[in-house]
């Protein structure tokens, strides 16, 4: 079968191709690093001609809700347009568990990512949305982000997050299944508030600074109730624990820019 997964070079794309590659399947790796831009549909028919399913997992490099809402809609509507006309029988995107909630939030790059998924929803094409809890790769990045401030705070808000590899077994797991027409959840299987999972990551650095709880903080933008990122009690819990990836990755590649993608 051939698959054809957009933003295939990045952290979850990678495993994604990887893991469909091993498993027999025609992977075909789209990102601009391969000449295929979703953005501006440059090498985009040629990546999607003959593919029976396009897994979307790009992101924007924007985080203001004007340049995010910009890239997501143009891309997703190429990959609707040009998906239909190569016969692709499965759209297969990746998103935020609690994305109506941080858009309600008023998180300007959530609000672009609720309306790539009302897109796909109202396109009327076969589609499955995975949606999928923090990853444990960008606790960093959220730790470091809080402490660089004067007052290193985060937002009193609980997580359940995930490993990426597991994100990318839901990924591979839920294109090569059925079109479900549904949102499908996947979360970690330990809560932790999110200034918790901070001090952890700051300790295991031997990193001496400090982030307290705010309630009235936001998270990127978004004004969160506590349980509000959070999956559904039928969301699907992937098996591995923090400190079990943080023991085992103990150098990892942390990206400067991102949400839960």
């Known amino acids: 079968m051939k698959i054809t997964v957009v933003g295939g070079t990045g952290l979850i794309g990678s495993r994604v191709v990887k893991l469909l590659s091993e498993s027999g399947h025609d992977v075909v790796t789209a990102a601009r690093e391969t000449g295929v831009n979703s953005y501006t549909g440059e090498g985009l028919a040629e990546a999607l001609a003959g593919a029976s399913i396009v897994i979307d997992v790009s992101n924007s490099s924007y985080i ?3 340049g995010a809402r910009e890239f997501f809609y143009t891309s997703t509507m190429n990959l609707l347009t040009y998906g239909d006309s190569a016969g692709v029988d499965h759209h297969v995107a990746l998103s935020v568990v609690g994305t109506d909630r941080l858009a309600r939030g008023q998180g300007g790059y959530f609000i672009a990512k ?3 998924e009302r897109l796909i ?3 009327g094409r076969p589609f499955s949305i995975v949606h999928a809890t923090q990853f444990f790769e960008f606790i960093r990045f959220i730790a470091d982000t809080a402490a660089a401030t004067r007052q290193p705070r985060l937002p009193d808000v609980l997580v359940q997050p995930i490993a990426a590899d597991d994100v990318a077994q839901a990924v591979a797991e839920t294109a090569v299944g059925p079109a479900s027409g549904e949102v ?4 970690g299987p330990e809560i932790f508030s999110l200034t918790e999972l901070a001090e952890i990551d700051l300790l295991f650095r031997h ?3 400090e982030v307290r709880p705010d309630p009235l903080g936001t998270y990127f933008g978004a004004r969160l109730a506590s349980r509000d990122l959070l999956p559904a009690s039928t969301a699907r819990v992937m098996p591995t624990r923090y400190h079990e990836w943080r023991v085992s990755e103990p150098v990892a590649g942390w990206p400067t820019r991102s949400f839960s993608r």
Do not use: G, H, P, T
Request: hydrophobic share 40%.
């Open 64 to 66: 203001d809700e004007a």
């Open 114 to 116: 609720e309306q790539q």
């Open 121 to 123: 929803v109202a396109s």
């Open 184 to 187: 499908l959840e996947f979360a």
């Open 207 to 209: 990193d001496e600074r």
